[in-house]
């Protein structure tokens, strides 16, 4: 039996009360704390097969090493979320390994092809910096202790991978030629992507208990506008054209193209010319998953049968 009621509950966590066993919770509170567990865990897991074959393309044995490094620090940000999960009451193992592709909770930009390096290092410009976006707002505010704990480290190393991309979305802007072209044809696609990535906007948001749990603190509005505080600025430092501006009028960033709208994930390419789309549609979507899906699933979960069969003698380690 939970320690509070919904009503209590809510009202100490919003006066600042530190939720730190299962025991304190109520089903709400573990229910809301779930969801966000599992979208943070399964978002670090995938973004790891993205990486890793997004990497053969480094342009040297150290840069190669560089993107592997980031890539085992996604995998283990993974088991930290998926540690915690188990703390109330999931299974790591039937979460990484027992379900499908399509049950993977990651954001739609991680189910897409990154097929060069600059792609890759604007996934890390890009991607990882949403991470932070909504990790750094959790860590101020989640009222609950293990995570606020756990994330002192997350933080540090994504704030690494975050440098890794603006250095190198620098210097590809900068080599000009080729190199600027590919990095400008990134930006078009996975801009769009990653405001996205923060879901719907507030005035259509239908739940809040994330909110009301104070297991965050912004609104995914609120959260796309830090974000695009430092990312606008980065592009227009490197002349890179983003269809977003500062509006003084509005004291805000503002897009200039439909949102949402329709994407088409084989040319890489919004069809902002078409129009904005019902959020109902971005769903659709989001719930068919994206081209790399089942192979990036695929490529994470084939190793545990790999290892059961070495274990039981039927393959040579």
């Known amino acids: 039996m939970a320690a509070f009621t919904e009503e209590e509950l809510i009202r100490k966590v919003q006066e ?6 299962p025991d304190e919770m109520t089903e709400g509170y573990r229910k809301a704390l779930k969801v966000q567990l599992t979208v943070q865990a399964d978002t670090e897991l995938m ?5 890793w074959m997004a990497a053969r393309h480094a342009p040297s044995t150290n840069t190669q090493v560089s993107a592997h490094a980031i890539i085992q ?19 790591k193992e039937h ?38 976006t909504l990790l750094s707002d959790v860590y101020e505010n989640t009222s609950y202790g293990p995570l606020k704990r756990a994330l002192v480290k997350v933080d540090m190393e994504e704030t690494f991978h975050l440098r890794h991309g603006e250095v190198w979305m620098r210097r590809l802007a900068k080599a000009g030629g080729e190199a600027r072209e590919l990095l400008q044809r990134a930006v078009d696609w996975m801009f769009p992507m990653t ?19 104070r297991l965050k603190g912004l609104t995914n509005d609120q959260l796309r506008q830090v974000w695009m505080s430092s990312t606008v600025p980065l592009c227009e430092q490197l002349g890179l054209d983003v ?19 329709r994407y088409d994930p084989e040319a890489k390419r919004w069809l902002f ?14 719930k068919q998953r994206g081209p790399m899906n089942e192979i990036y ?19 040579a380690a």
Do not use: M
């Open 16 to 21: 600042g009360y530190i939720v730190e066993s």
């Open 47 to 51: 973004s790891a097969p993205a990486y």
């Open 73 to 91: 620090d996604e995998l283990a940000h993974a088991n930290i979320a998926y540690r915690l999960l188990e703390d109330i009451g999931e299974s």
């Open 95 to 132: 979460l990484v390994y027992g379900r499908e592709p399509h049950e993977f909770k990651h954001p739609y930009g991680f189910d897409q092809p990154l097929d060069n390096w600059a792609e890759l290092v604007v996934a890390n410009g890009f991607f990882d910096r949403a991470g932070i």
């Open 195 to 213: 405001i996205e990535w923060f879901g719907l906007p507030d005035d259509l948001k239908r739940h809040s208990g994330q909110l009301d749990y």
């Open 243 to 261: 269809p977003a501006h500062w509006d003084d009028e509005a004291e805000a960033y503002v897009l200039e193209y439909p949102f949402p709208c």
């Open 273 to 286: 010319e078409e129009g904005e789309i019902t959020w109902d549609e971005v769903f659709e979507r989001w």
């Open 297 to 315: 699933v695929e490529s994470v979960q084939r190793s545990r049968s790999q290892v059961a069969r070495w274990l039981a003698g039927t393959v």
